[in-house]
């Protein structure tokens, strides 16, 4: 167990709905990172926030957002959803935001758009 | 840009056999640093290393050992006594010092290791 979890693990939904997955860091981690892995692009960075403040975006679509809360969860919000959306999401976290420690990642959701 | 290969898009060995994997990365950065990381078919990235620039000594750890070699710009991964267990999807990743990089990661290579 990284510390890092990751819900709900597997979600199935059709074409433009809207999902919401949720993210807690390990305890004590302020930086927050979500990752996209599908078969086409790989492991593809989104979003990263840091104690509540988003800090860098990467190939995140207008479509999805993502937020951090006082408690330090963090929820990355999909919508309109298409096929293509299809990927496993991860989250991954670091204590300080210092990028070159690396990030612990947590085990996915699996999204299934239909 | 940062950039890692990994060539190598499957490999399949029979148990006790030793495997090597392939990375090579691209940076101008000086200072950088190097991870792997393993994804076995339950589908969670799990930290196995990370190295930094400065640090060429080769790493051993039971039966996981890291070739770092900055000439070549390759960070390889050799797996000694493969082991059913050992099957999975290893990624090796790339962050550099400037800027506000966030990890980079190669396509991954697929291990499969046979009884």
């Known amino acids: 167990d990284s510390g890092v979890t990751q819900t709900p693990k597997h979600l199935i939904t059709a074409t433009g709905q809207r999902v919401t997955l949720r993210c807690s860091p390990r305890s004590g981690d302020l930086s927050v990172y979500w990752y996209q892995q599908s078969l086409d692009q790989g492991l593809q960075f989104l979003i990263q926030?840091?104690?509540?403040?988003?800090?860098a975006k990467g190939n995140i679509l207008e479509r999805f957002s993502a937020q951090q809360f006082p408690d330090l969860h963090s929820e990355l919000n999909l919508s309109s959803l298409e096929l293509g959306d299809s990927a496993l999401y991860f989250c991954?976290?670091?204590?300080?935001?210092?990028?070159?420690?690396?990030?612990?990642f947590g085990s996915g959701t699996r999204l299934t758009v239909v | 840009a940062q950039k890692v290969t990994q060539a190598q898009t499957e490999i399949s060995v029979v148990e006790k056999e030793d495997v090597t994997l392939d990375c090579v990365y691209e940076t101008r950065d000086t200072t950088y640093y190097l991870f792997w990381y393993k994804q076995p078919p339950s589908g969670e990235l799990v930290f196995l290393i990370r190295?930094?620039?400065?640090?060429?000594q080769n790493e051993i750890s039971g039966r996981y050992s890291w070739n770092f070699q900055k000439s070549t710009s390759s960070f390889n991964f050799t797996i000694t006594a493969s082991q059913v267990v050992d099957s999975a999807v290893y990624f090796c990743?790339?962050?550099?010092?400037?800027?506000?990089?966030?990890?980079?990661f190669g396509t991954g290579t697929r291990l499969l290791v046979s009884p």
């Open positions: 991954a976290s670091n204590p300080s935001g210092l990028d070159s420690y690396g990030y612990t």
């Open positions: 190295r930094n620039s400065f640090d060429e």
């Open positions: 926030y840091y104690n509540g403040e988003e800090r």
């Open positions: 990743a790339l962050i550099g010092d400037t800027g506000f990089q966030k990890l980079v």
